[in-house]
């Protein structure tokens, strides 16, 4: 009778033990259509790379340059433009003599925010240096020395410029220039992302009233400063203090000098190359 029931007991266990054993089977089925039985991937898929930012090659290379009898920098491979720019720094300025020498153009400081206190300021030549420009047949444009924290501070920058001018012609672009002053200054903090959103607020608003706006920069701020691929619907001015044009990418003008020599200016100037065709 004892054997009898321990039968019967087994025997009522074996429907569960091949249940288990089937779902087993399947499990195991599973697994190995889905790779064999390893584990699931604990790290997320590898993306590609992203892409480097294309910017458009500069047509221009040092062979494409050679000082005139004159002592000023000219591209033989295109057409250039020689220019300066100035601020009241340079002081009087015999504005027939500097058009006699060949400058064709003046980019004049209209202002410039200052690195400790922020505050706004206007070039106090301004308007004396844009009167003896136009009346000597240069063309004009202007800039701007900013030293902006905040977009707010550089649309403020931008609206400080537009009343400045809004009785001006301009021929050439309203630049926003800013500069790297050094680790005291109050703009010591600001990185890449800030910089390109100060810059194309700026530029935005310059162009949303009409004129032609310009990035100002050298090759410290293109490598470290700016994210120049989202600035390629604006004009660049290079500072590039050498003759020969070593920087791979396209711009519009070329500070080439600040250290230059005009007559009619008593001080150090710098000289500049605009390049219409660019």
């Not at 608003?205 to 600035?231: I, K």
């Not at 003008?253 to 390049?275: E, H, K, R």
């Amino acid at each position: 009778m004892a054997r009898q029931r321990r039968r019967k007991q087994q025997n009522s266990r074996l429907p569960g033990i091949l249940a288990l054993v089937t779902t087993a089977v399947l499990m195991l089925g599973l697994l190995a259509l889905m790779g064999g039985g390893e584990p699931f991937p604990t790290e997320p898929p590898q993306t590609l790379p992203p892409k480097e930012p294309t910017l458009a090659p500069n047509p221009y290379g040092p062979e494409d340059f050679t000082y005139g009898e004159d002592g000023y920098l000219t591209c033989s491979a295109g057409l250039s433009v020689m220019g300066i720019d100035v601020s009241s720094y340079q002081g009087d300025i015999d504005w027939a003599q500097v058009r006699s020498a060949g400058v064709e153009f003046v980019m004049i400081r209209l202002g410039y925010r200052g690195y400790t206190q922020g505050s706004l300021l206007a070039d106090d030549r301004a308007a004396e240096y844009y009167a003896g420009a136009r009346s000597a047949g240069l063309k004009v444009g202007a800039y701007f020395f900013s030293q902006a924290v905040t977009v707010e501070e550089a649309l403020e920058e931008a609206e400080f410029c537009l009343d400045l001018v809004r009785d001006w012609v301009l021929e050439m672009p309203l630049v926003y220039d800013w500069e790297y002053i050094d680790e005291e200054a109050r703009t010591a903090d600001v990185d890449r992302r800030l910089l390109t959103d100060c810059t194309l607020a700026f530029c935005g608003a310059v162009e949303q009233a009409g004129y032609a706006p310009m990035v100002y920069f050298n090759t410290y701020q293109a490598r470290d400063l700016l994210h120049l691929e989202e600035l390629t619907a604006y004009r660049w001015w290079l500072a590039l203090y050498s003759g020969e044009m070593t920087y791979p990418h396209r711009v519009d003008m070329w500070q080439y000098s600040c250290t230059g020599t005009v007559p009619g200016i008593a001080t150090d100037v710098d000289l500049n190359l605009w390049f219409p065709e660019a």
